[in-house]
């Protein structure tokens, strides 16, 4: 079993930023990539930030220069610092990750998500 636990969500300011955390728990053998996705009302899930053990990162083109992902891979935990943030990023943000069980078995996790709110 492994759980996923986001943190950090709420509501701001257009202007303001916000950290994001995920921390993973549980039967974990090791954890491959990690990233972060949002799906706002009425719209697909999209990847906004994904970073693989190796530490590199992709982000998508309109968080790109605002937001950062990054990973201690020692807690098990993945994090977005989100600055400049600007109404259209208004979401419901998703933690997810690779992950290989200490069975051996491989897995693809979500966290509960967190709403993230921003006011114009």
């Known amino acids: 079993q492994v759980q996923l636990v986001e943190s950090g969500g709420g509501l701001v300011q257009a202007g303001g930023s916000l950290r994001l955390s995920c921390a993973a728990s549980?039967?974990?053998?090791?954890?491959?990539?990690m990233g972060w996705y949002r799906q706002a009302p009425g719209k697909q899930r999209e990847l906004v930030a994904a970073?693989?053990?190796?530490?590199?990162?992709n982000y998508a083109d309109s968080v790109k220069g605002r937001f950062t992902i990054s990973r201690d891979n020692a807690k098990n935990t993945v994090y977005l610092q989100m600055n400049s943030l600007k109404p259209d990023d208004t979401a419901v943000y998703y933690c997810?990750?690779?992950?290989?069980?200490?069975?051996?078995?491989?897995?693809?996790?979500w966290g509960q998500g967190t709403q993230v709110t921003v006011s114009s």
């Open positions: 970073i693989t053990s190796g530490g590199s990162t």
């Open positions: 549980g039967s974990i053998f090791s954890i491959n990539a």
């Open positions: 997810n990750s690779d992950i290989t069980l200490t069975t051996g078995w491989p897995y693809s996790y």
